[in-house]
C-alpha cells in the first residue's frame, strides 16, 4: 500500500473502534474495489467488536461504503445512503447523456467523489446513490446536465430493481496471464488489447494494472 492507501485504511479501522467506543453507527465514504479489497487485507483481526457490513445499494455494486453497527443494534439504523432518480424535464427533447455526464454534473456542484457511489444510466433517465448527507443538496441543486434540463429526487429502495447485465464467456486459455484472460473474454488478439492496458482500462480487483505479464 502507498501512504495514502495506509492513511484511508487507518481511518475506517478508526471509525470502527468509535463505533465500538460510542456505542453507536457509524458509516464511512465511499470506497472503491481496490481500497474495500486492501482494507479488508489490512484489518484483519484488528477490528473491535462489531458488525462491519459493506453497502452499496445492491448486490453486485462497485463502489461501497463501510457501515460499522455495535454488536445488538439491528434493522432500526439503515446504512446512511440515499437513493436519487434524475430524469429530464423534457424527455423528448433531452441528449443522451453518458456516466462521465452525470458524474460531472455532480463534480461541478463541489460534490467530493467519495460522497458518491455507482451511477446507472438506463435510457435517458439515470440512478445516483449517494451519501444520505447531501440527498438533498444533490436534489435541490441537480436542475441541468449538460444542455438537458433535469429534475432529480429520492426515492425509496423499493423502487429500485437493477441488476447489472452480465455475459459468460467460456474457452481455454494457455495460462492465467492477464493479457490470456482478457483476450479470451473480447474474443481479440492480445496485440489489439494492448491498448486498454497503457490507458489504464484494465483492474484487477479494483486496482489498474498495466503489465501484460501479470497472473491472475
Known amino acids: 500500500m502507498n501512504k495514502e492507501e495506509q492513511m ?4 475506517l479501522l478508526d471509525l470502527a473502534e468509535a463505533c465500538d467506543r460510542r456505542g453507536y453507527p457509524m458509516g464511512s465514504d465511499f470506497l472503491t474495489l481496490n481500497e474495500q479489497n486492501l482494507f479488508l487485507a489490512f484489518s484483519k483481526d484488528k477490528l473491535p467488536p462489531v458488525s462491519m457490513e459493506m453497502c452499496g445499494g445492491y448486490e453486485l455494486a462497485e463502489r461501497k ?16 445512503i ?26 461541478n456542484l463541489g460534490i467530493s467523489r ?3 457511489g455507482d451511477i446507472i444510466v438506463q435510457d435517458k433517465q439515470a440512478y445516483l446513490i449517494v451519501s444520505e448527507s ?25 423502487e429500485f430493481d437493477y441488476k447489472p447485465q452480465v455475459k459468460e464467456v467460456m474457452g481455454s486459455i494457455a495460462s492465467v496471464r492477464l493479457d490470456a484472460v482478457i483476450g479470451l473474454a473480447f474474443s481479440q488478439s492480445r496485440s489489439k488489447l494492448t491498448g486498454y492496458k497503457s490507458e489504464e482500462k484494465v ?7 498495466t503489465s501484460k505479464a501479470y497472473n491472475l
Open 8 to 11: 484511508i485504511c487507518s481511518h
Open 65 to 80: 461504503i463501510i457501515f460499522y453497527k455495535p454488536v445488538g443494534v439491528g434493522e432500526e439504523y439503515p446504512a446512511p
Open 82 to 107: 440515499s437513493l436519487l432518480s434524475v430524469q429530464p424535464l423534457m424527455k423528448k427533447f433531452s441528449e443522451e447523456l453518458t456516466h462521465r455526464d452525470y458524474l460531472g454534473a455532480l463534480m
Open 114 to 116: 467519495t460522497k458518491t
Open 134 to 158: 447531501i440527498a438533498d443538496y444533490i436534489c435541490e441543486n441537480l436542475t441541468r446536465i449538460r444542455h438537458t434540463s433535469v429534475m432529480c429526487r429520492q426515492i425509496d429502495w423499493q
Open 203 to 209: 483492474q484487477v480487483n479494483g486496482k489498474v494494472l
